[in-house]
C-alpha cells in the first residue's frame, strides 16, 4: 500500500549502522527537533502523533511539514491503538523507540485529568505492550519530567533524590511512567532510559509555555501574569534548549544496549536508566520577563500572582553529573541566547506585530 511506501521509505537508514526509531509525539516540539535530527544524522526515521488540539493543531501540521520535506513520515495515530503500533512494528524493525507523546503542561492538569491518564500511563503502557511483543524488541527512550522532584527542596535535583510528593497530577504521571518502565524491564527483559527533560524551549516551542505566551503578550501589550510561590519567593525554572536537550536524547539513544526479551537465551540484564536533562542554572520568572523585553525591545507590563496553587513547584534545578559522565551530555546555550534564538524564529513565524494571535495559517510567514 501507499502507506506502506511511505513508512518503509522513511525508516530507512542511509548511514551504515543506522539507527531505525519509532519517534512518538514526532509532531510535538521536542519531537520535531529529535526526528529532524536523526534524519540528518542518516538514521531512519518514524514519527507518530495524533494531532491533538491542546494547543494550536497548525502549528503541528506546520512542523509535520517541515518533517516531510525532510523525508519523515509521520503516522497520524494514539499510542492507545494497539493495532496500529503492531501494524508499525510488523512492517519495521526499529531498534529504537523515542517515546514522547504525552499530555505535557503542569497547570493544565487541573482542567482535564484524564488526558494525562490517557496519554501518560495508559498509552504508555499500551506502547511498552508493543515493544515487549516486538521481535527484536526495541530499547526504549522516553521523556519522564523534572516535575517528579515535585516539593523536593535540596537543590541541586540528583537523580537519586526523593520524587515521592508530586505537586500535580502530570507529575504523578511522570513517575508513574518510571515504575511502569521498571516493571516492564524487570519481568520482560525492556531496555529503558528516561530522561527527565527540565523546561525545554526554542524555536517551534509549545505554545502553552510560559516563554511562548509571554512573548505574545508583550508583543500585543497585554499584562503577563508572574507567579510568585510562598513569602512572595520568585519562582526559577532550569529552562534548558532545546539543541542541548537533542543532544541529551542522542546520547541516551546511541548508549542504549538492544533490550534482551524474556527468550530462553542466557542474556545480559537489560538496561534501566533515568537521566536529568538540564541546564544547571536556574532562572527567575522576573528575570525571563526582562530577558523577553529586552531581545523583543517592548516594555511588559506585569501583574504580580501571589501564590496560586496550581501545581507548579517552587524551583527546578538539575545536577547533570550522571548524564555528563554516561552520555555525554554538555548543556552550551544560556537562556539569553536560547531565547534569541526563539524570539527570531517567534517573529519570522507569526511576522513580528499582534497578528500572533491568530490561529490562521495566512497570517504565517514561514511556511514549511
Ligand atoms: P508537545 O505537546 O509539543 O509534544 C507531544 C506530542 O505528542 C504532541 O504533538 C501531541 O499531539 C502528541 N500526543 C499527545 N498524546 C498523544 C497520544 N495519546 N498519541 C499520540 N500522540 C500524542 O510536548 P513537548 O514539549 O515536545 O514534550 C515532549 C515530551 O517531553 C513529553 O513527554 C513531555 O511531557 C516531556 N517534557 C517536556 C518538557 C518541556 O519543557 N517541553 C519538559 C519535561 C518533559
Ligand atoms: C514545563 C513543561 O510545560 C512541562 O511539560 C514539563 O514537564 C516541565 O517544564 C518540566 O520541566 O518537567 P513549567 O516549568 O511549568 O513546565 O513551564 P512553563 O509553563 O513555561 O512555566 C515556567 C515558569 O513560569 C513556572 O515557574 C510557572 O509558574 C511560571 N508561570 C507560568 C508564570 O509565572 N506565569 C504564567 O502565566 C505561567
Same mark, same amino acid.
Request: hydrophobic share 40%; net charge positive; proline share 5%.
Given at each position: 500500500?501507499? @502507506?506502506?511506501?511511505?513508512?518503509r521509505? #522513511?525508516?530507512?537508514?542511509?548511514r551504515?549502522? +543506522?539507527?531505525?526509531?519509532?519517534?512518538t509525539?514526532?509532531?510535538g516540539?521536542?519531537?520535531?527537533?529529535?526526528s529532524?535530527?536523526?534524519?540528518k544524522?542518516g538514521?531512519?526515521?518514524?514519527?507518530? !502523533?495524533?494531532?491533538?488540539?491542546?494547543?494550536?493543531p497548525?502549528?503541528?501540521? *506546520?512542523?509535520?511539514?517541515?518533517? /516531510?520535506?525532510?523525508?519523515?513520515?509521520v503516522?497520524e495515530? !494514539?499510542?492507545?491503538? &494497539?493495532?496500529?503500533?503492531?501494524?508499525?512494528?510488523d512492517?519495521?524493525?526499529f531498534?529504537?523507540?523515542?517515546?514522547?507523546?504525552?499530555?505535557?503542561?503542569v497547570?493544565?492538569?487541573?482542567?482535564?485529568?484524564?488526558s494525562?491518564?490517557h496519554?501518560?500511563?495508559?498509552? =504508555?503502557?499500551?506502547l511498552?505492550?508493543?515493544?515487549?511483543?516486538?521481535?527484536?524488541?526495541?530499547?526504549?527512550? @522516553?521523556?519522564?519530567?523534572?516535575?517528579?522532584?515535585?516539593?523536593? #527542596?535540596?537543590?541541586? =535535583?540528583? /537523580?537519586?533524590?526523593?520524587?515521592?510528593?508530586? %505537586?500535580?497530577l502530570?507529575?504523578a504521571?511522570?513517575? *508513574?511512567?518510571?515504575?511502569?518502565?521498571?516493571?516492564?524491564?524487570?519481568?520482560y527483559g525492556?531496555? &529503558?532510559? $528516561?530522561?527527565?527533560?527540565?523546561?525545554?524551549?526554542?524555536? @517551534?516551542?509549545?505554545?502553552?509555555?510560559?516563554?511562548f505566551?509571554?512573548?505574545? *503578550?508583550?508583543?500585543?501589550?497585554?499584562?503577563v501574569? &508572574?507567579?510568585? +510561590?510562598p513569602?512572595?519567593?520568585?519562582l526559577?525554572?532550569?529552562?534548558?534548549?532545546i539543541?542541548?536537550?537533542?543532544?541529551?536524547?542522542?546520547? %541516551?539513544l546511541?548508549?542504549?544496549?538492544?533490550?534482551? $526479551?524474556? $527468550? +530462553?537465551?542466557?542474556? +545480559?540484564?537489560?538496561?534501566?536508566?533515568?537521566?536529568?536533562?538540564?541546564n544547571?542554572?536556574?532562572?527567575?520568572?522576573?528575570?525571563?520577563?526582562? &530577558?523577553?523585553?529586552?531581545?523583543?525591545k517592548?516594555?511588559?507590563?506585569?501583574?504580580?500572582?501571589r501564590?496560586?496553587?496550581? $501545581?507548579d513547584?517552587?524551583?527546578?534545578?538539575?545536577?547533570?553529573?550522571?548524564?555528563?559522565?554516561?552520555?555525554?551530555?554538555?548543556?552550551?546555550?544560556d537562556l539569553q541566547?536560547?531565547?534569541?534564538?526563539?524570539?527570531? @524564529?517567534?517573529q519570522?513565524y507569526?511576522?513580528g506585530?499582534?497578528?500572533?494571535?491568530?490561529?490562521?495559517s495566512?497570517?504565517?510567514?514561514?511556511r514549511?
Open positions: 500500500s501507499v @502507506w506502506e511506501k511511505h513508512v521509505h #522513511s525508516a530507512h537508514a542511509k551504515e549502522n +543506522g539507527l531505525v526509531v519509532l519517534v509525539g514526532a509532531a516540539f521536542v519531537g520535531t527537533h529529535v529532524l535530527a536523526l534524519k544524522r538514521d531512519g526515521v518514524i514519527g507518530l !502523533d495524533n494531532f491533538n488540539s491542546y494547543y494550536d497548525f502549528l503541528k501540521r *506546520a512542523r509535520q511539514g517541515l518533517l /516531510e520535506k525532510q523525508g519523515v513520515f503516522v495515530g !494514539d499510542i492507545n491503538n &494497539i493495532a496500529l503500533l503492531r501494524k508499525l512494528f512492517v519495521i524493525t531498534t529504537h523507540v523515542m517515546h514522547l507523546a504525552a499530555q505535557a503542561g497547570r493544565y492538569a487541573m482542567e482535564n485529568p484524564g494525562y491518564v496519554s501518560n500511563i495508559a498509552g =504508555f503502557v499500551n511498552l505492550e508493543a515493544c515487549k511483543e516486538a521481535s527484536p524488541q526495541p530499547a526504549i527512550v @522516553w521523556a519522564s519530567s523534572s516535575s517528579v522532584y515535585g516539593l523536593n #527542596s535540596k537543590v541541586p =535535583f540528583s /537523580e537519586i533524590d526523593r520524587t515521592d510528593q508530586p %505537586a500535580s502530570y507529575a504521571t511522570k513517575k *508513574a511512567g518510571e515504575e511502569i518502565a521498571h516493571t516492564y524491564n524487570h519481568i525492556l531496555s &529503558i532510559t $528516561g530522561l527527565r527533560f527540565f523546561t525545554v524551549y526554542g524555536p @517551534w516551542g509549545r505554545p502553552d509555555m510560559a516563554y505566551f509571554f512573548t505574545k *503578550a508583550i508583543l500585543q501589550g497585554k499584562p501574569n &508572574i507567579y510568585q +510561590g513569602n512572595q519567593v520568585d526559577a525554572r532550569d529552562f534548558t534548549y539543541d542541548d536537550i537533542v543532544k541529551g536524547c542522542f546520547g %541516551a546511541d548508549t542504549a544496549t538492544p533490550s534482551t $526479551g524474556t $527468550g +530462553g537465551k542466557k542474556r +545480559g540484564p537489560a538496561q534501566l536508566r533515568v537521566y536529568n536533562l538540564g544547571t542554572s536556574p532562572v527567575t520568572v522576573p528575570t525571563l520577563v526582562a &530577558i523577553l523585553e529586552k531581545h523583543l517592548v516594555k511588559a507590563k506585569r501583574n504580580v500572582v501564590m496560586p496553587r496550581n $501545581g513547584v517552587p524551583f527546578t534545578h538539575a545536577n547533570v553529573t550522571l548524564a555528563r559522565v554516561e552520555l555525554g551530555y554538555n548543556p552550551t546555550t541566547t536560547g531565547l534569541k534564538k526563539f524570539v527570531k @524564529w517567534y519570522l507569526y511576522g506585530g499582534s497578528s500572533s494571535s491568530s490561529s490562521s495566512s497570517k504565517r510567514r514561514l514549511p
